[in-house]
C-alpha cells in the first residue's frame, strides 16, 4: 500500500480527504480492486503519525458512499470496483436560471445512482469565485467550473487538481487546452444560428443586437451576429438598452437579456405593431415560457441537456476532452 497511500502535511487538502483521495485513485488505476484489504488505523498512525479520528473520518465517508466496508477479523476492504465509484462532485455556476436549472437536472439524471451534486454559485463575485473554490479543494472527486470571463481568474484554479477539473459553458476561447470542458462557441453558434434563419431575417431592412454587457461571451455573441450583417448585406445595429430606439416595421432585434425582452414586447405591443411579420424578434436561450409567450419566440439556444450529458460522461468516463457543444436556431413565430 506505500505506492498507493501518500500523506502530504504541506498540502491544503485535509488529511482525511487526502485518504478519501488515495483510495479513489487506486481504485481507478486498479491497484486497488473488490475484495482488497487496505490499511489498519494502527498503520496510518505508525507510518504517519495520524490521529485515529482522521483516519475513521475518511472511512466513514467513504463506507457512506459504498466503496469500502468492514467486517471483524477482516479489517476493512474495498466494497466496490472502479466502474461503481459513488462521485461527490462540486458544481459551481454563476447564477440561477431556467436554463441552468435544465442544465443541473441533466447533470444529475446523467449521474444517476453514481454519485451526488453539490452546487454553489459565484454571482461574478471574484472574491466570492476563490472563497468557494479554496473552501471545495480537497473535498470531492470531480469539480465542474463555470469560470469567470477573467483569464487571470483561472490561476485560483490551480489549486484543483487537474484530472479533477472541468470548465462549463464559458472560457473556451479564453482557457489553456490543458482543461477540460465542455464550451458554449458563442460567436460561431450565433452566425450559423443566423444562417439557418437567413431568408425569414432578410425580410427585414436591419438587424439589432441588444446588450449592454462588455463580458467575453457576450462580445463573441456580438462578432457572430455582426458576421451575419456583413455577409448578408444586412444593416447592423448593436445597442445597449431597448429604449435607444424607436421600433418601427422593418426592423428585427436579437435580444440576450430576459428583461430586455420584455421590454421591447411591450413595446411593440405599445405600437401596434405585429410580431413576426412587422417586427422580428430572437432571443438567446430557450425556455419553456419562450415556446409561448408573445406567440413563440424564436431562440438561439444550446443544447443543456446534452451539455449536462456530455460533462458528467466526461467525469464519469475519466476523459481529457474539449467538447463544442451544438446549439441551433429553433423558429417560432416572433421571426
Known amino acids: 500500500m506505500d505506492e498507493i497511500i501518500h500523506i502530504d502535511k504541506a498540502s491544503v487538502t485535509p488529511r482525511y480527504q487526502q485518504i478519501i483521495n488515495a483510495v479513489l485513485q487506486g481504485i481507478q488505476a486498479n491497484q486497488l480492486k473488490k475484495g482488497d ?6 498503520y496510518y498512525k505508525q507510518k504517519f503519525q495520524l490521529s485515529q479520528d482522521t483516519v475513521l473520518t475518511a472511512y466513514n465517508e467513504l463506507k457512506a458512499r459504498g466503496i469500502i466496508a468492514s467486517a471483524v477479523g477482516k479489517g476493512y476492504y474495498i466494497a466496490s470496483n472502479g466502474s461503481s465509484i459513488i462521485h461527490k462532485i ?23 445512482k453514481k454519485g451526488t451534486l453539490d452546487i454553489f454559485f ?6 466570492l469565485f476563490q472563497k468557494l473554490v479554496e473552501e471545495a479543494a480537497g473535498k470531492y472527486t470531480a469539480y ?5 470571463e477573467n483569464k487571470s481568474q483561472l490561476k485560483c484554479l490551480n489549486q484543483l487538481p487537474e484530472k479533477q477539473l472541468f470548465l462549463l459553458d464559458r472560457g473556451r476561447s479564453f482557457s489553456s487546452e490543458k482543461y477540460t470542458g465542455v464550451f458554449q462557441n458563442f460567436a460561431a453558434d450565433t452566425y450559423q ?28 455573441i456580438v462578432s457572430g451576429c455582426h458576421s451575419f450583417c456583413q455577409h448578408n448585406r444586412l444593416k447592423f445595429n448593436h445597442i445597449k438598452n431597448i429604449e435607444e430606439v424607436i ?16 421590454s421591447l414586447v411591450e413595446q411593440i405591443e405599445k405600437l401596434g405593431l405585429t410580431i413576426g411579420s412587422q417586427v422580428g424578434i430572437i432571443s438567446y436561450n430557450d425556455t419553456p415560457l419562450k415556446q409561448i409567450a408573445a406567440g413563440g419566440i424564436t431562440t438561439i439556444s444550446t443544447d443543456f441537456v446534452a451539455m449536462g450529458k456530455n460533462i458528467t460522461d466526461l467525469i464519469l468516463n ?12 429553433i423558429i417560432r413565430n416572433s421571426l
Open 318 to 329: 475519466r476523459q481529457k476532452s474539449r467538447i463544442d457543444n451544438p446549439a441551433q436556431l
Open 193 to 220: 444560428a443566423l444562417e439557418q434563419g437567413s431568408e425569414l431575417i432578410k425580410k427585414y431592412n436591419q438587424l439589432f443586437i441588444v446588450t449592454n454587457d462588455h463580458r467575453h461571451h457576450l462580445q463573441e
Open 122 to 127: 459565484h454571482h461574478a463575485n471574484k472574491e
Open 37 to 42: 484489504k487496505i490499511p489498519s488505523l494502527n
Open 247 to 262: 421600433v418601427k416595421a422593418g426592423d428585427a432585434f436579437l435580444v440576450i437579456n430576459d428583461r430586455g425582452l420584455v
Open 144 to 148: 465542474v467550473i463555470m469560470p469567470l
Open 90 to 112: 462540486f458544481v459551481l455556476f454563476d447564477n440561477l436560471t431556467a436554463y441552468k436549472e435544465t442544465l443541473y437536472n441533466a447533470m444529475k439524471d446523467a449521474l444517476g
